[in-house]
């Protein structure tokens, strides 16, 4: 049997429905919401949290129940029903439509499944056992929490700042790729992670000045200041 093809979705802008009011609904339209995606969410009833989140402005409430045409416009589907004549219709319109689709927990009803996922800012680990076991695939991702500690965030934007210089000086790809070895050998992550910033800096300063690439630690500095503050 095939594996599942993993994929990074874009949908900033796309439109979202969540058909489902219970805090499974909630988990699931947060993370559309917090990827950019503009989401209503259908159910006669709802949870405080998707009250609230309607509240806020973050997506938008239909009360009611789920009809046939409620999918239209949409470029990703996530119901979170048990009853099988609605997860049929759901999954019917939605592939009629062309749709992503994911009812929770039903695999044969999914033309996509959602990984465990630990973000670090713009660092994304994605764990999958294909459906097979959920909480496992949870239980490994929380192992990755404390491999990769909240300061990794930081760590890829000043890795980003230093590698716009490389590029900027032209160094080859390889010599690129024996910098990033130095880079990620380094004590850099530590030093960000005990909030020695300044430290961390002078050191990626270090390591482009040891590859002919001169550019001041305070450059560094300021560029990887405008990166954070934009977070």
């Known amino acids: 049997m095939p594996q599942y093809y993993p994929i990074m979705l874009d949908i900033r802008g796309r439109k979202a429905v969540v058909v489902g009011g219970d805090e499974v609904a909630a988990t699931k339209a947060r993370a559309l919401q917090s990827s950019g995606a503009q989401v209503t969410v259908i159910s006669p009833e709802f949870c405080t949290e998707l009250q609230a989140m309607a509240q806020r402005g973050e997506l938008t409430l239909l009360p009611k129940a789920y009809q ?9 589907v996530v119901a979170t029903t048990a009853d099988p004549q609605l997860i049929e ?12 689709v994911n009812i929770v927990d039903v695999p044969a009803r999914c033309n996509f499944i959602v990984p465990s996922i630990l973000r670090r800012d713009q660092l994304t680990i994605a764990v999958s056992t294909e459906g097979a076991s959920p909480g496992l695939a949870k239980r490994i991702r929380q192992q990755l929490e404390v491999l990769f500690p909240p300061a990794y965030g930081r760590y890829i934007r000043l890795a980003a700042c230093v590698r716009a210089h490389l590029r900027r000086h032209q160094v080859s790809y390889a010599q690129r790729d024996e910098f990033f070895g130095a880079f990620f050998s380094s004590d850099i992550l530590t030093q960000l992670s005990e909030g020695h ?16 690439v001169p550019v001041s630690a305070e450059v ?12």
């Open 197 to 212: 910033e300044r430290q961390a800096v002078e050191q990626a300063a270090q390591l482009l000045a040891h590859h002919q």
């Open 220 to 231: 560094i500095a300021d560029e990887f200041l405008d990166k954070v503050e934009a977070v």
């Open 89 to 100: 219709a759901i999954w019917q319109e939605g592939q009629e439509r062309n749709q992503l």
């Open 68 to 76: 046939v045409g409620d999918l239209a416009g949409a470029f990703v």
